[in-house]
């Protein structure tokens, strides 16, 4: 374990790599029940596609943790996932079949701008502030992805609100919250996992945590289900039938596009986000990085494990897979190895027999442990200097914009564009890195693209 891990090396114990697993899998768990739920809309089958969520989350994290040894999970992203429902396949009439076709191509253009280290320039191409800016914006990411899991904020009026606390859910994360700032306050060792099952075995007497047999098909039934779905993409209704009409060749190419530029970034801004402040990713981390040739530093095989994940995840029939924020709960209760990573896959092939149970585990119990660790990761704020308001605007809209916008991607993109702006008035266009303006430009091309179409 010592060997494979490093555990020594990275300042941990097998013990808190295991606590940091179970806790960043009970924060991603809902991704098993509510992306097969989402995907469904698109005329997928539920069963087939809750087993591809599972396997390509099992696969995308054990080479995460195996080959990268870094603490990050992967699974079929939120928000890409609705991308590839409400806007591919209703909003441009796309098939299923042809959708996951495209998220296909665009695993394996994410490879090739791996391969070719294109990713990790486009890291070393971002200024230091910008990536703290980041990490803090994450962290308001995170905290805002609990308040609204949990519903805890009404969007019933014209503007958001704190929602009437009429609901056993709503008491029961206020209990959660408490409870895990006071764990955290009084550094008891695992306080955000024991704060996720001590508010989940609380609200079983509130009748929050429930199981629901009717809302879940069986492992058997999944499994007669998954050829629906696995390698659907090279038959004749997926890559066969997408470039078959040429008048549609042009949207699908910005289509393919937009699901690369928004699955890059937002690994890039995770990884940002969550690996400078820890250490994860240190600066001879990224020396030696510069200096390889191959796949030697741990940010090299972390990007080449995301990239192919998506790919994996498309042939056995669901969307993007990508490097999830919510690892960061893991990484906030001390996870820095990949056996951290390894624990989440095993929970994720456990869940597959036990989907009614790990579904069981409500919003309202997760929602504190990704609130707590977004006040952690705020401190990158601390390192930006406020007080110049040149540095200040494109830091402000990089940290707050991925909130708003429920986008990561979009908020690197607003803090390109303003950084870009900034210096262009200060006549200082020279300090801006040519890999920088590239992005810039895709992220303004691409919003143009979604205009249009």
């Known amino acids: 374990m010592e060997k494979l891990f490093k555990l020594k090396q990275n300042g941990t114990t097998v013990g808190r790599e295991i606590i940091a697993g179970l806790t960043t899998f009970f924060a991603m768990a809902y991704i098993i029940a509510v992306n097969p739920t989402l995907l469904k809309n698109a005329g997928m089958e539920w069963g087939a596609v809750f087993l591809a969520t599972i396997i390509s989350s099992i696969v995308g994290t054990l080479i995460m943790g195996l080959v990268a040894n870094v603490p990050y999970a992967q699974a079929p992203g939120m928000g890409l996932n609705a991308f590839f429902v409400y806007t591919v396949c209703f909003a441009l009439k796309f098939t299923w079949q042809q959708a996951l076709s495209m998220v296909f191509i665009c695993g394996l253009i994410n490879i090739l701008i791996t391969v070719t280290k294109v990713r990790k320039y486009i890291i070393k191409a971002i200024p230091r502030s910008l990536q703290n800016a980041i990490g803090g914006g994450i962290g308001i990411f995170v905290a805002y992805i609990g308040l609204l899991n949990v519903g805890i904020i009404s969007f019933d009026s014209d503007v958001p609100a704190l929602a009437t606390l009429n609901q056993p859910s709503f008491w029961l994360f206020l209990i959660g919250l ?27 007497p509130m009748g929050v945590t429930v199981t629901n047999a009717q809302d879940t098909v069986s492992f058997m039934e999944a499994c007669r289900q998954l050829p629906t779905t696995f390698g659907v993409i090279f038959t004749s209704e997926g890559l066969g039938s997408l470039f078959s009409d040429i008048a549609k060749i042009p949207l699908v190419l910005v289509t393919i596009f937009a699901f690369s530029l928004s699955d890059t970034f937002d690994t890039i801004g995770t990884f940002i986000g969550t690996g400078r402040r820890t250490g994860i990713f240190s600066d001879e981390d990224e020396r030696a990085m ?18 192919t994940a998506t790919s994996i995840g498309a042939i056995f029939g669901t969307s993007n897979t990508t490097t999830y924020v919510e690892s960061a709960a ?24 036990l989907a009614t149970f790990v579904s069981a585990i409500p919003f309202a119990a997760t929602a504190p442990a990704l609130i707590v660790v977004g006040i952690m990761m705020m401190s990158a704020f601390k390192e930006i200097q406020w007080d110049n308001f040149d540095e200040a605007v494109p830091a402000f809209f990089a940290g707050v ?26 006549k200082q266009a020279k300090e801006i890195h040519p890999i920088l303006w590239v992005a810039t430009a895709l992220f303004i091309l691409n919003f143009v693209l979604l205009a249009l179409i």
Do not use: H, N, P
């Not at 200096?291 to 990007?303: E, R, V, W």
């Not at 893991?330 to 027999?353: E, K, M, P, Q």
């Open 290 to 307: 510069e200096t390889s040739t191959g796949f030697k530093s741990k940010l090299d095989k972390a990007l080449f494990a995301d990239a």
């Open 178 to 204: 408490a409870l895990t700032i006071i764990l955290l306050v009084c550094k008891v060792k695992g306080a955000i996992l024991i704060g996720i099952v001590v508010t989940a075995l609380l609200g079983i």
């Open 401 to 426: 914009f991925m909130a708003i916008c429920y986008s990561i991607s979009y908020g690197i993109a607003a803090g390109f564009i303003f950084y870009c702006i900034t210096k262009i008035c200060k």
């Open 330 to 353: 893991g990484i906030g209760a001390g996870g820095r190895t990949g056996l951290t990573s390894v624990v989440v896959a095993l929970c994720f092939a456990v869940s597959a027999f």
